[in-house]
């Protein structure tokens, strides 16, 4: 096993290069970077006065190569354009400012926001209370709830419960996600009903003041209606899962066996059926484990005026503020290589006839 970690880890070097040399090439071709974002804030807000004639103030127009390069930039002084590119670091070739950002990603050092003025860790930190709230509970909430019910299905499969919870299933399933959401502040967050919920933020103002009870009582206020909206959906596909993978293990000739020799049906069940089925759901746990941090709750944060990580991440690609966009995606990617790793590793916890050691990585 000591091998399989080695090796494993040591590909998570050219697995985490490989996904930030795609997505810095892929950003050299996208248009609308920092540079343009501050040209045209610039010439939004001088355009007045550039229609009025009084454009000779903002320096001469440029050549034909740098009107080209920033689209609309006429007007626009050429030194000030080659300040900008200078700030943001597009004054040198891209392979020396990939090899640059790697060499300060490695150290863990993620530089400053190109439009916030403040470092991207400390951006990171302020908003990870959020996506943490959101992720852990959603993960607890929806395995807690998705695997004794996959278990019940599967034992009792064709029968009334079996239908009617499938059916309520697929409904929660089917439903978008922020349109449960908006419904649910229309019932109960001050819409057109009842008002029994607040709309932003995962704690009150006074939050500081209140003692330890009220502080867990007002945060579980704060967070019911967004955990209900994740939740209606993230547990669907587990519990389909679960149910699946025991009828499919109940069915094979060792689970016969174990009812030939006396065993009753809790212990077919969780003696040895359980491990064999679980390790579908293991191996979903890293996809899972990023989705429900990261990336999931994005439509969820704006809805509640949630400022997490999916919120920070989405603002910083429509803003071009590419030192979070990295960061970011840097932190997520070797966050979801390690917690493959760590799955693996609970693969022979569950079933200890799994050996990594021999087969290929």
Known sequence: MGAYILRRLLLMIPTIVGIMAISFAVIQFAPGGPVEQVISDLTGQQGGDRLSGSSGDLGQSFSDDSSGRYRGAQGLDPEFIK?????????KPPLERFGEMMWNYIRFDFGESFFRNTSVVDLILDKMPVSISLGLWILLFSYAISIPLGIKKAISDGSTFDVWT??????GYAV?????????????????????????GIVSDNFAQLNWWQKILDYFWHMTLPLITLLMSAFATTTLLTKNSFIDEIKKQYVTT????????????????????MLIIIAGFPGAFITAFFTGSLLTEYIFSL????????????????????????????MGLFVSLLSDLVYTWVDPRIDFDRRDV
């Open 258 to 277: 174990a009812r030939a020799k006396g065993l009753n049906e809790r212990q077919v069940l969780y003696g040895h059926v359980f491990r064999n089925a």
């Open 307 to 334: 400022d997490g990580l999916g919120r920070l991440g989405y603002d910083a690609v429509v803003k071009r503020d590419y030192p979070i966009v990295f960061a970011t995606l840097y932190i997520f990617s070797l």
């Open 176 to 200: 978008p996600g922020f349109l449960f959401g908006i419904l649910l502040i229309v019932l109960f967050a001050g819409g057109s009903f009842l008002d029994w919920f607040p709309l932003r």
């Open 83 to 91: 300040k900008l590119e200078k700030q943001f670091g597009f004054d």
């Open 166 to 171: 499938s059916g309520i299933i697929i409904v």
